[in-house]
């Protein structure tokens, strides 16, 4: 049954997380009409007017106040990440439905001139009082906050006191009407960080989608990101995921639309490679990697160069099998061997991998789609899947997207012994695939430990010729501390559980024999005997 108390419309539930959610499923809606309409998918249009209708009403009669600061800040969103096409037609929609919330509610409207006039009813007034503990109590704890029972139990004393407004039991003495208040003070700067994860994490996946090139991708990711946006603003006068409905709501949306729009993305990846493409590899007894490895690139390369320093094992005869383009020489440093292979590609494009990455079937697509019509950028970077002990490793240095695929013309390799790079020329435009690049970097824990010495030393052979020095054993320790913090925990290598914290102190240890390496040879040096001057 449904009533009227109060100006605002109830019924079995409560009437501000349904027109809270109410409006947000219609600035949704919104967001994917005119993909309908310009498909002319006249069923799909006509059902999505009816929906958006009936939701607009919906969140109208429920008289919630704070629809007024979300709506007007959603459909701005709305029309700046829509297209053309689609921004008169939301901004006419939305600026109608914004004019008739204001000049046909009059609980909203009296609500917000009375603020403005300095005079506020007991919801307004009781959510500052409650707002100002809930800072005091953060300010009291602030890494873990005082816990939900001492948020309700400082409630109850501050009213008991006299300090606090007896309004508050039954109101607020469970949560503080605002989320990141509520979550500073019951969990602190860590709650708040998880808090803050949970709604940027959706929205950044989304935006990066916004400006998809097929427009069903683009309209359904901006309707994703008006979810988190929506619970940002209603969360600055609700406390909405400490109710059941809000997270239940957002649980399923975001992960509806998710599965939904890459789905989508999946689906768009038929586009037939028109670019000419030459994949270089550098290989030195890569006999267990090399097959896999080449395999990966066939669907994506119309020449394979693979240049070899020597191998003592099957990796020359295994190539073979793949191309007849294979190149036997000595050992100059990464970067000066993959400038070899580079200077043998012939295509216009080139795609430069290690013998221990393998392109994922996805990734390969997503290549060949790109190639397919005129690229959208001039070099690519393709994000690595790192695995390791059983486990792909998605944070720490392992969350990188190296750059790997890129248009020949004025490119070249730096001359670095290690961790080379691809030097493009001013103004070219990079971008981010999504597809993954398996990255098997260690066979077992001895081969970590081997082939992290052995980079650690040539890093420190590398800086030495540039002419860097070190005279004490302090810089490298703290350079290790350094890494270890960047490692495990600003780029969030704990994420990655047990092996996560095993990699962050490979890196340490790593780090701190590169320049330990640099520090003997600094300190050779300052040894060395001078000759003595003839007479």
């Known amino acids: 049954m449904w009533g009227v108390s109060g100006g605002r419309a109830e019924g079995a539930t409560n009437p501000i997380p349904f027109g809270n959610l109410s409006l947000l499923l219609g600035t949704m809606l919104l967001a994917v009409l005119p993909v309908l309409r310009r498909e002319r998918l006249w069923g799909g249009a006509l059902a999505a007017l009816a ?3 009936f939701a607009f009403t919906a969140a109208y009669l429920s008289g919630t106040r704070n629809n007024l600061i979300a709506f007007p800040v959603l459909l701005l969103f709305l029309i700046i990440a829509g297209k053309p ?48 503990k809930a800072l005091k109590l953060f300010l009291e704890a602030p890494i873990l906050g005082v816990g939900s029972q001492g948020y309700a139990d400082a409630i109850h004393q501050g009213v008991a006191s006299g300090n606090l407004n007896e309004g508050l039991i039954g109101c607020c003495d469970n949560h503080a009407h605002n989320d990141l208040l509520q979550v500073l003070a019951t969990r602190g700067l860590l709650g708040a960080l998880s808090w803050s994860l949970l ?84 290989t030195y007894n890569e006999a267990d990697n090399i097959r896999d490895c080449l395999a990966s690139v066939q669907p994506v390369s119309d020449e394979i160069i693979v240049v070899d320093s020597g191998s003592t094992d099957e990796t020359v005869t295994i190539a073979k099998e793949f191309t007849d383009n294979i190149t036997v020489t000595d050992w100059p440093g990464f970067g000066l061997q993959k400038q070899r292979a580079l200077e043998q590609a012939s295509g216009d ?19 060949n789609h790109e190639l397919s019509h005129q690229p959208r950028a001039d070099a690519y970077k393709l994000p690595w899947a790192v695995t390791l002990y059983g486990k792909r490793l998605d944070f720490g240095r392992s969350g990188r997207a190296p750059l790997r695929l890129f248009r020949r013309e004025g490119v070249r390799f730096s001359d670095a012994m290690v961790h080379e790079k691809i030097l493009l020329p001013e103004g070219r ?25 052995k980079y650690a030393w040539l890093g420190a052979q590398e800086r030495y010729r540039k002419g860097r020095r070190t005279k004490t054993l302090i ?45 003997t040879l600094t300190r050779a040096e300052s040894t060395k005997p001078r000759g003595k001057t003839a007479k």
């Open 51 to 53: 929906a958006i209708f």
């Open 85 to 132: 096409h689609q921004r008169w037609l939301s901004g006419a929609l939305g600026g109608l439905t914004l004019a008739l919330f204001v000049g046909l509610d009059s609980r909203m409207s009296s609500g917000f001139s009375g603020l403005l006039g300095g005079m506020v009813d007991n919801g307004i007034q009781f959510r500052f009082d409650i707002w100002q």
């Open 199 to 282: 709604l940027l994490i959706p929205f950044v996946q989304f935006a990066r989608l916004t400006r998809h090139e097929n427009g069903r991708v683009s309209a359904m990711a901006t309707a994703g990101c008006l979810i988190p946006l929506a619970y940002l603003l209603f969360g600055l006068t609700e406390a909405t995921f400490m109710r059941g409905i809000y997270l239940s709501f957002y649980l399923l949306t975001v992960t509806t639309l998710t599965y939904v729009v890459w789905r989508t993305v999946a689906e768009n990846l038929q586009g037939r490679r028109e670019q000419y493409l030459s994949t270089i590899i550098i």
């Open 349 to 367: 494009w080139v795609l430069s991998i290690d013998a221990d990455e393998r392109l994922t079937s996805y990734l390969a697509r997503e290549i």
């Open 429 to 453: 435009r990079t971008v981010t695939l999504r597809g993954r690049l398996t990255h098997y970097t260690h066979r077992d824990f001895g081969h970590a430990l081997e082939k992290s010495a």
């Open 475 to 519: 810089y490298p320790t703290f350079r290790a501390i350094v890494t270890f913090v960047q490692v495990y925990i600003l780029r969030l290598g704990f994420l990655d559980g047990p092996v996560g914290f095993l990699v962050a102190m490979t890196y340490t240890q790593g780090a701190f024999n590169k320049y330990a390496g640099l520090w």
